[in-house]
């Protein structure tokens, strides 16, 4: 399984954009590069995914490098409702069947 | 539309007993997928059932077990409970054909 590697923790200030990094050097042509959150007491939350082009969602928007070995996630006006554990995973797409596989993400604080 | 439910939301059990967790997944969704989450860490994958078979497998022993029904209901079974055992387990449900995963609120399994 191809690996991803995070910072483990970021802050940001409230109201100001948040980009949180993502490398994945071993990325495979078929690899989907997805975001998950997670929030205090919750389960994990989808927020995106994209595969080669820049994908923006009411939720946030992900910049895939050319490359595509890194990727980051955009939050545009962090709120204190977006402190969570963000995941970077990837995920193949040749199989619809594939087994998710988490890191331990970046623990993102939002300072008011 | 009521998203992933599992039952219970919080169990205890001692060492040597058996326990079953329960999830129900989005309505429309035919794929469930369990993970395991230990504080502080990323949710591990278990093992996903789709068409009321075990699709996928993570690296976790024989004594996790599971099961789908055909309404794709699907219960988690471990047996022989370890004190490792204690942690959250989550179930997310999906779409054939669709990668995106929506998560249940979990179920906290605590093994005295």
């Known amino acids: 399984d191809a690996k991803t590697t995070q910072p483990n923790s970021m802050e940001s200030n409230e109201e100001e954009p948040v980009h949180l990094p993502c490398n994945h050097s071993?990325?495979?042509?078929?690899?989907?590069i997805h975001w998950y959150r997670q929030l205090p007491s919750q389960g994990p939350e989808y927020v995106i995914h994209g595969l080669t082009s820049n994908v923006n969602n009411r939720m946030a928007s992900l910049a895939i490098a050319e490359d595509r070995k890194s990727s980051t996630l955009i939050l545009h006006r962090a709120t204190l409702r977006d402190a969570a554990v963000y995941y970077c995973?990837?995920?193949?797409?040749?199989?619809?069947?594939?087994?998710?596989?988490f890191g331990p993400g970046t623990s993102l604080s939002v300072i008011p | 539309d009521a998203g992933v439910t599992q039952s219970p939301t919080h169990l205890i059990k001692t060492r040597g007993q058996q326990v079953t967790l329960r999830c129900s997944p989005k309505?429309?969704?035919?794929?469930v997928s369990w993970y395991q989450q230990a504080l502080g860490q990323g949710p591990q994958f278990i093992f996903q059932y789709y068409e009321e078979e075990e699709r996928q497998r993570g690296n976790f022993p024989d004594r996790f077990s599971g099961h789908q029904f055909p309404n794709y209901s699907s219960e988690l079974n471990v047996n022989a409970l370890l004190l490792g055992d204690s942690a959250l387990y989550l179930c997310?449900?999906?779409?054939?054909?669709?990668?995106?995963?929506?998560f249940g609120p979990g179920t906290r399994l605590t093994v005295t």
């Open positions: 997310a449900s999906s779409l054939n054909l669709v990668y995106e995963q929506y």
């Open positions: 995973i990837l995920r193949d797409r040749r199989t619809s069947y594939d087994k998710v596989i």
């Open positions: 071993t990325i495979s042509g078929t690899d989907y």
């Open positions: 309505s429309g969704h035919d794929t």
